[in-house]
């Protein structure tokens, strides 16, 4: 039997998963990450019948709009309210945002595309309101730039079942997949650039993890750059210049943060070693832009090294922090941290060096994968759905 040990008073047992948006959105987050991959490896291996995830763009459907923006969610309704100061989401209209996501699940399952596309739509516009008010109660302009971010990630999921009911053109699902991971590459970049020095100087003494202005400034607007080319659907010669330029300003970045100095800390390491899965991924992203890689590696890069690993950093972190427990991660947590990196080494550079065993590298990184959230979903359901341990409310 698992057990999580807790410093005293011992929580109250009231059901508590409403209490604030990390506790609802990282448990299904968790949960779905485990289930869906797991199905869509057994699909792709034949071992069951297609058709829920078997195409390439569903699976990449749902965990973009399905886990990685539910993890967003999650991480806003309860950031936002520390920013500002005033109350996001809770309770009934909580359930309902997540009544929203839940609809849009089911409708992927039973192929109801219409239906998806309003469901996976709504998710990221109700979760937009839901930060918009207390962001613009409190004059709190510097964050509001997540709220057309949301807005415009519901459009591109709208637009992917436009596409899937054959309202719009069938290349629309890539372009709005690809857009869609623009947008939630952004937002990591900018969470990350903000709370990794932080997290890592409060961590370690001496660690010294600095920023640069135009280090800052190079960073997250060449990623804008990527992400309007992909809006407007720019010449592909022009992705691999940018896409160069910057995995050289993230990786500068980075540096500049000490990785080298957080190897014995799993709750700041876990962090580091997402990151560095961005320019990897961007350059990456260049060499598919030439030819001289496959797309489906440099989107690997993101989705498994650098969303993988900073939302399961992530959760663990908010989720202890806002239930009042200790920041330290405790050996299952370190056992998830390194199965999601190795999930990301395997389907990348695995895939790469071994094309002949391609679908071998894929089932073993969904195990992985898998692994890694349903550990976190099990070990933190008693942590979610419990009240904070010091009695504060959140």
Known sequence: ???????????????????????????????FAALSVALWALESAGWLPGGYLEAPTRHGHEMLFGFALAVVAGFLFTAVRNWTNEPTPTGGWLMAIAALWLLARVAMLVAAPIV????????????????????????????????????????????????????????TRTASLTLGLDIVMFIIAVVAGRVVPMFTNNAIAGAGAGRRPWIEKASLGSLLALLAIDL??????????????????????????????????????????????????????????????????????????AIGGMTIGMMTRTARGHTGRRLEADRWEVAGYGLVQAAAVVRVFGGLAWRDAYLSTVLVSAACWSLAYGIYAVRYWPILTRPRIDGRPG
């Open 232 to 305: 407007f659907g720019a010449p592909p010669a022009s992705v691999a210049p940018i896409a160069i330029f910057a995995a050289a300003a993230h990786a500068a970045r980075l540096a500049l943060w000490r990785p080298w100095r957080t190897f014995r800390t799993p709750l700041v390491w876990v962090l580091h070693a997402a990151y560095a899965w961005i320019p990897i991924h961007l350059a990456l992203r260049a060499g598919a832009a030439v030819g001289l890689v496959p797309a489906q590696f440099a989107i690997h890069a993101l989705t498994i090294g």
């Open 1 to 31: 039997m698992l057990r999580i040990d807790e410093p005293s008073p011992a929580p109250a047992r009231r059901f508590a998963l409403w209490d604030l948006g990390f506790r609802p959105f990282y448990l299904l987050a968790s949960a």
């Open 116 to 171: 998806a596309g309003i469901a996976n739509a709504a998710f990221p516009i109700a979760v937009a309101i839901g930060i918009a008010i207390p962001l613009a109660r409190s004059g709190n302009r510097r964050n509001f730039f997540f709220v057309p971010l949301l807005v415009a990630a519901g459009l591109a999921a709208f637009a992917m079942q436009l596409a899937a009911a054959g309202v719009l053109p069938w290349e």
